[in-house]
Every structure is written in structure tokens, then in C-alpha cells.
């Protein structure tokens, strides 16, 4: 089975841009999850869906972030407009039971916002 | 509030020896659940083990075994048999349950980590 999928790998932008980071769940998974980790604040959870519908948003800093999850295959996480304390490497993880499963991380977006 | 404590910044280990690495926590509920991680350099995050606050043995997946104390509130990790892959970052997470819609949830806190060097 494929993993859990993200897209970018890396990115690179200017300040007061647009960043869209993607995420393919492992397929079955109806939990979906997006962390940021940085250095001083570790690992940290933004949002969390089930079967697609926003469960708990209070990780997500500020107005500029939003996400979305319009199928059961595919969520963002977009950040506008971007500012250098955003970059981090940001994480998406899916599992069918976040109460006794292990959740599966994708690859993770290394964000750099100069 | 849920609260992971991994007092071991840095670990050093020489290859083959076993090595513990630390984790308490801190929590009035009384069904809970522990997670180990693995971050090596190249970031992936890769699940290692899981101990359930239920679980009557400890968990053992291949070299990998939990150190369960449900009293002293500590899940330690035991690697034995170090390898020079195991080098990374470990982290140790707790699931929480949050309510929502009158429903139960779980969602991971994630300790700050320790990093482990396997020394040939």
C-alpha cells in the first residue's frame, strides 16, 4: 500500500506569498492530521479531520492558515499570506484509529519562507 | 491537560548495546495510549511501538520493547542490539482523547525528543 503522500517536498518562497501544501491519505484511513515542527516548538498538531469534516482546529496559529479536505483522498493546508515564523517542515498523517492505531506520516513539506 | 516529559536531550550509545531512552507522563484519564516514534536525518516519521494504558504485557515489537510503569507514569523505550540506523531523533507521544459532537477522539502530544548516536 502507498504511504501517505505530500507534495511539495520543498518549497521556497517569498514572504506575503500564497503556500499550498498537499496531502494523499493512505486509502481506508478516515483520520487525517497536519503538524508543523519546528525547533523551538517541536511537533506540533494544527488540524485534525474525520471523514473529511474538521474535528479540532486549535492548533491553527492564526487566520492566515486554513485547510480543507474536499474528498476522502486529498486535504490542504494553505498559509496567505506566508511570513518568514511560518517556515517549519509541516507533516500530514492519516490512521483508521487514532485511539489505538499508530498514525502513518507522510514525508513532510520542508517550508522556507524568505 | 495531556503532558509528555523526555528528559534526555542527547543519548549516547555503542553499537550492540542496548540502550533505554526515557519518557513520562502525565494524565488523569484512565484509558490512554503511548507511541513511540523514530525521526532519522532524512525527517520521515516512522512508527516503532504502541502500549495501550489497558495493555497488561509490555509491548515488544523486534529489538524494539516498552519499559510500561503505569504507576511511576513512565514508558521508556528499550532499543537492544543498537545499530548505527537506529541514529535519530526519537519521540515519544501520548494519545488524548478530546470530545466533540458528543463523540471521542484521539489526537497525539509529541514529547520534545531525544536525540540517540550509535558510536561504531
Known amino acids: 500500500d502507498a504511504g501517505v503522500i505530500q507534495s511539495p517536498r520543498h518549497e521556497v518562497t517569498e514572504m506575503g506569498q500564497e503556500v499550498t501544501l498537499r496531502c494523499k491519505p493512505i486509502s481506508g484511513h478516515d483520520y487525517l492530521f497536519w503538524y508543523r515542527q519546528t525547533m523551538m516548538r517541536g511537533l506540533e498538531l494544527l488540524i485534525y479531520?474525520?471523514?473529511?469534516?474538521?474535528?479540532?482546529d486549535s492548533g491553527m496559529p492564526e487566520d492566515r492558515f486554513s485547510a480543507k479536505m474536499p474528498n476522502a483522498s486529498f486535504s490542504t493546508l494553505k498559509i496567505q499570506p506566508s511570513e518568514p515564523r511560518d517556515s517549519a517542515v509541516y507533516f500530514c498523517?492519516?490512521?483508521?484509529?487514532?485511539?489505538?492505531?499508530?498514525?502513518?506520516f507522510g514525508d513532510g513539506t520542508r517550508l522556507s519562507i524568505l | 491537560a495531556q503532558k509528555i516529559t523526555q528528559t534526555q536531550p542527547g543519548m549516547f550509545v555503542q553499537e550492540k548495546e542496548a540502550v533505554t531512552l526515557d519518557c513520562t507522563y502525565d494524565?488523569?484519564?484512565?484509558?490512554?495510549?503511548l507511541f513511540w516514534y523514530k525521526q532519522p536525518s532524512s525527517g520521515e516519521m516512522i512508527f516503532l511501538i504502541y502500549?495501550?494504558?489497558?495493555?497488561?504485557q509490555n509491548a515488544t515489537e523486534g529489538r524494539y520493547s516498552l519499559n510500561f510503569q503505569k504507576a511511576r507514569k513512565s514508558a521508556n523505550l528499550v532499543i537492544s542490539a543498537s545499530q548505527l540506523g537506529d541514529s535519530a531523533m526519537y519521540f515519544c507521544?501520548?494519545?488524548?482523547?478530546?470530545?466533540?459532537?458528543?463523540?471521542?477522539?484521539?489526537?497525539?502530544?509529541f514529547g520534545q525528543g531525544t536525540i540517540l548516536t550509535v558510536h561504531p
Open positions: 479531520f474525520n471523514n473529511n469534516v474538521p474535528i479540532d
Open positions: 494524565t488523569s484519564d484512565q484509558s490512554y495510549g
Open positions: 507521544a501520548m494519545r488524548d482523547v478530546i470530545i466533540a459532537g458528543g463523540t471521542s477522539y484521539g489526537k497525539l502530544t
Open positions: 498523517a492519516s490512521t483508521r484509529d487514532p485511539r489505538r492505531q499508530p498514525q502513518h
Open positions: 502500549q495501550g494504558s489497558y495493555d497488561e
